[in-house]
């Protein structure tokens, strides 16, 4: 006898959890404050809904958001038209993505050279 957790209305057939169709939970926000070099991560995006990215504080260096479909093991910088998307030098607060693919979750690669950055990823 298998087992599975699955999910589904009372009195209607239930959806087994699976990498294309999750757990329909909300997703928490990645957010703390960073002095240095790290990559954060993983957020893990609730599917046809727009990734938000705020970075705010006096801080100079680098973010960028990177992209990852096998669990973190390959890390992808995001791009739109072959052009580098979703990398910062300075505060933002916008909407950087949208995901549609199951498996995908997303870190930041951060190098602060000064100062202190804040930062969320959320949805």
């Known amino acids: 006898m298998s087992q ?15 990498a294309a169709t999750r757990l329909p939970v909300a997703t928490a926000a990645l957010s703390s404050t960073q ?4 990559v954060t991560g993983p957020f893990m995006p609730e599917l046809g809904r727009a990734i938000v990215l705020t970075l705010s504080g006096d801080w100079t260096g680098s973010v960028q958001m990177l992209r990852s479909t096998d669990g973190g093991a390959t890390q992808l ?11 910062y030098t300075g505060n933002v607060n916008e ?18 050279t000064s100062g202190t950055l804040s930062y969320r990823v959320s949805q």
């Open 77 to 87: 910088p995001l791009t739109l038209g072959g052009s580098a998307w979703a990398a």
């Open 4 to 18: 599975a957790i699955s999910f589904g209305a009372i009195g209607s057939a239930m959806t087994p959890v699976t």
């Open 35 to 38: 002095a240095g070099s790290a």
């Open 95 to 112: 909407p950087v993505w949208e995901e549609n693919d199951a498996p995908a979750t997303f870190y930041l690669s951060i190098a602060v």
